[in-house]
């Protein structure tokens, strides 16, 4: 058993460094690749928080470093960026038996599977809550503070890895996430594979049925483009508006006219996300 | 004959407009896709001014949109700025008979073509300097002022497009240019398979060449990382250094520890390149 890591690339980044390492995932049973934005901050030996970000559907640990425009400000605020995968790969990685984009390789939706042949390798919750923060701060000048944001399938990600963890996560944020996973075509796919044809099952791994129980009510803030072709049929932000405001649980959902889906909506209004969790995690 | 432009994408990115729209050219003898950030100002009617960037090797009018991080300060300074892609495409184009990266398709180099089978499609200066700007110019609410800029290729093509055209653009700016192709074994291959193996040919092609003799002497503000590994055998800006000492030409040639070639060096610096041509650009 080892947690050695394999640099995989290095990119100088606004004074700091994007670099990507392989490793071997216990809990995954897979190796894996995650990105780490250091900032210039990391030079003097921090300790630095931590932003995780998880990405969508179809997405690597890439899209959102080559995409978001995040360093800047990061380098500014001294903050550190852990992007992971957002699923298991490999040959030994059972994938969508038609080779599908909304489930299976990438698109594990950060739950753990408990269903044949998934449960193996599908345990990105348990990945990303644990086994990769451990190793993050095992290996990188980093503090447990840490902050979790997402978009779509990685914004239902980090609103569950919030709503189930408290005290984990100081802040958490999310670009037009899948709001009600039990009540979407992808969802329903999803937790339906991964999880059983039982719908009580999946009530563990959706934020609408979580914000009600949550034990500690970090404030919500949600970005949603109105132009989002997902918007409607897969995103459903109404949803956890009316779970958040039943549970009295504190939720800003910002709705942005004539934004869509893609990285230029997250790029146009990720400095207010990161700012967002700034302030909780440098706060003493 | 037509101008007719066809909306391939549209992303609302910082208050404005990121559009891909295809049209026929008439220079090039094929169907082009070309980029434009709209900055929201446009909104107003303009008239603004353009920056053109041009890409690298391999490149399209997609990698700076979607890499360069450009859009948040051009939104600021009120600039548009226009992406073409990096060669003419098409069922009728040529390429290079192996597909390599470095010459044919996604390698226009910027030039006009002499040689068979190149000088029927492979028109990219002129398509750059004039018939993209006319078609720019008569259907988005923007000025004559122009600036140029661009990355490795791209780089190489914004200093020759600028050198050779006293009073068409009002500023010029580089990151990681190919500084003297008739000197390098990229160069050699361009310059040798469009122009042909008469060196004098090429002369009117290379920037080390054109600074002796320009009329203008817009001052060049060039990005070089130090840890680029195409630095010494392709790139050389100690060429340009030289030849624009010669010359009298003002150059500011930074070298920036630790970047490489990549976008994530571009996008630590594109800010300063923007503030570079705004200054030119919206001085009266």
């Not at 390789?105 to 809550?129: I, K, S």
């Not at 840490?146 to 802040?171: D, E, Q, T």
Request: charged letters at 20%; hydrophobic letters at 40%; aromatic letters at 10%.
């Amino acid at each position: 058993m080892t947690t050695a890591l394999e640099l995989v690339a290095a990119n100088k980044s606004f004074g700091g460094w994007h670099k990507r390492y392989r490793h071997r995932s216990q809990v995954l049973g897979c190796d894996m690749v995650f990105a780490i934005y250091l900032p210039p901050q990391a030079d003097q030996g921090g300790p630095l928080p931590v932003l995780y970000w998880l990405s969508g559907l179809t997405c690597t640990d890439e899209n959102f470093m080559q995409k978001a425009g995040a360093q800047r400000l990061a380098a500014e605020l001294g903050l550190v960026i852990v992007a992971p995968d957002t699923s298991p790969r490999g040959d030994g990685v059972p994938d969508d038996p038609e080779g599908a984009y909304d489930f299976g390789l990438g698109a594990g939706f950060y739950v753990n599977a408990t269903e044949q042949p998934w449960a193996r390798h599908y345990r990105m919750y348990d990945y990303v809550v644990s086994e990769l923060p451990a190793l993050i701060e095992a290996n990188f000048p980093v503090s447990d503070r840490r902050a979790i944001s997402g978009h779509s399938m990685g914004g239902h990600g980090a609103l569950i890895c919030a709503l189930k963890n408290p005290g984990r996560y100081l802040s958490v944020s999310a670009f037009a996430p899948i709001s009600n996973p039990s009540n979407c075509p992808w969802g329903h796919k999803a937790l339906g594979n991964y999880l059983g044809a039982d719908r009580e099952a999946w009530k563990a791994w959706d934020a609408c049925e979580l914000i009600a129980t949550a034990e500690q009510q970090l404030p919500l803030l949600i970005d949603q483009g109105e132009d989002d072709s997902f918007l409607l049929e897969q995103l459903k932000p109404e949803a956890l508006v009316q779970a958040a405001s039943k549970a009295g649980h504190p939720l800003t959902l910002r709705r942005q006219p004539g934004y869509d889906h893609s990285y230029y909506f997250i790029a146009s209004f990720i400095d207010d996300h990161l700012r967002h969790h700034a302030r909780a995690l440098t706060d003493a």
